[in-house]
């Protein structure tokens, strides 16, 4: 009469503090490891979205750097030929006088 309930139901004995000590033991030992498995996993991911981000973050530059290429290219291209369509600048200087003294 003195087992407990669940002992009766499960029909088995009742467990003494040794073993159940050891079992607590088990159990804490056993969730330390799956809390260092779930940690170093979730470490990884981190680590790869730094990756991934870092990554991004370089084609990202690359782009802006080319862009600015590109940029620099085309102005270079339109002062050349601005260069060659007006061969003295001071034509070019006497042309916007020229404008305004029409306006007068």
């Known amino acids: ?8 139901v499960s029909n ?9 000590a050891e079992m607590a033991k ?12 779930y940690r170093s996993r ?3 991911i981190y680590q790869e979205y730094q990756a991934k981000k870092r990554q991004d ?11 600015e ?9 339109m002062q050349e030929k601005k260069d060659r369509n007006s061969p003295n600048a001071a034509i070019d200087k006497s042309r916007a006088e020229i404008k305004n003294y029409g306006a007068e």
């Open 1 to 8: 009469m003195g087992r407990s309930v669940t002992a009766q």
């Open 12 to 20: 088995s004995e009742d467990f003494n503090k040794g073993q159940v």
């Open 26 to 37: 088990k159990d804490e030992d056993f969730s330390k490891q799956e809390a260092d498995v």
């Open 42 to 44: 979730i470490a990884r």
């Open 57 to 67: 973050e370089e084609k990202r530059k690359q782009i802006l750097v080319q862009e």
């Open 69 to 77: 290429q590109k940029k620099q290219e085309a102005d270079a291209f």
